[in-house]
């Protein structure tokens, strides 16, 4: 099992950046992928972006451009770099563990971003 733990959220005028991370721990080792998603107020949770341990990435189409997630072996942490923040990116945001499409990890608390106008 591997635990997770976001940061970084806030609020944010439109236009602005916040970055988030996410530090896995426990069976970190079983890791393949990781993901970050989110969810607004009244709506479901939405992947927005995932990365492999290969470095390779894939975006929501609502995102690209905007949003870059990476993450440091050294440190193992997963980041997301969110910049050009719009009011629609406001939520929760939550990061995933897995191994292929097999999930790791439980929803942790999440993040909250709030993008106001």
């Known amino acids: 099992q591997v635990q997770l733990v976001e940061s970084g959220g806030g609020l944010v005028q439109a236009g602005g950046s916040l970055r988030l991370s996410c530090a896995p721990s426990?069976?970190?080792?079983?890791?393949?992928?990781m993901d970050w998603y989110r969810q607004a107020p009244g709506k479901q949770r939405e992947l927005v972006a995932s990365?492999?341990?290969?470095?390779?990435?894939n975006y929501a189409d609502s995102v690209k451009g905007r949003f870059t997630i990476s993450r440091s072996t050294t440190k193992n942490m997963v980041y997301l770099q969110m910049n050009s923040l719009k009011p629609e990116d406001t939520g929760t945001y939550y990061c995933?563990?897995?191994?292929?499409?097999?999930?790791?990890?439980?929803w942790g608390q999440g993040t909250q971003v709030t993008v106001s106008s």
């Open positions: 995933n563990a897995r191994r292929g499409v097999v999930n790791l990890s439980s």
């Open positions: 426990g069976n970190i080792f079983s890791i393949s992928a």
């Open positions: 990365i492999t341990n290969s470095g390779n990435t």
